[in-house]
C-alpha cells in the first residue's frame, strides 16, 4: 500500500504559477505510476498529467502540456506537478493518484488504486 498527500495548493493570480507536492508513504513508491488529477465544482474528476515508475515518461492532456510539469523524486518518495501561466479555469481540488500497473493508456480514475485528500487550487481573474 502507499499513502498520498498532497501539498501546495493555494490561491494565486492569472498568469501565476505554483508547484504541487504528491508526498507519499511506504518503501514500494517507485513501482507505482502516479497520475494528477483535479475537480472542479459541479464537474468530474479530470486527468492532468501523469508520470511512469522511473519518471523517464510523461503524459498529458492536451490543454495543460504546454503550461503543467510533472516530475518525480523517488528518492524523497514525491512526485511534483509544476503549473504555469495559471487560468481562473484551473480552479479545481488537485489529486494524486497511484496505480501499480507499469504505464496507463487512457489514465483513468478507475484504474488508480490509491488517491490523496487533494490539495485546492484557487486562481483568481
Known amino acids: 500500500q502507499v499513502q498520498l498527500v498532497e501539498s501546495g495548493g493555494g490561491l494565486v493570480q492569472a498568469g501565476g504559477s505554483l508547484r504541487l507536492s504528491c508526498a507519499a508513504s511506504?518503501?514500494?513508491?517507485?513501482?507505482?505510476?502516479i497520475g494528477w488529477f483535479r475537480q472542479a465544482p459541479g464537474k468530474e474528476r479530470d486527468f492532468v498529467a501523469g508520470?511512469?515508475?522511473?519518471?523517464?515518461?510523461?503524459y498529458y492532456t492536451d490543454s495543460e502540456k504546454d503550461r503543467f510539469a510533472i516530475s518525480r523524486d523517488n528518492a524523497k518518495n514525491t512526485v511534483y506537478l509544476q503549473m504555469n501561466s495559471l487560468k481562473p479555469e484551473d480552479t479545481a481540488v488537485y489529486y494524486c493518484?497511484?496505480?501499480?500497473?507499469?504505464?496507463?493508456?487512457?489514465?483513468?480514475?478507475?484504474?488508480?488504486?490509491?488517491w490523496g485528500q487533494g490539495t485546492q487550487v484557487t486562481v483568481s481573474s
Open positions: 508520470i511512469s515508475r522511473a519518471g523517464v515518461r510523461t
Open positions: 493518484a497511484a496505480s501499480g500497473s507499469s504505464w496507463s493508456r487512457q489514465w483513468l480514475s478507475d484504474e488508480f488504486d490509491y
Open positions: 511506504g518503501r514500494t513508491f517507485s513501482t507505482y505510476i
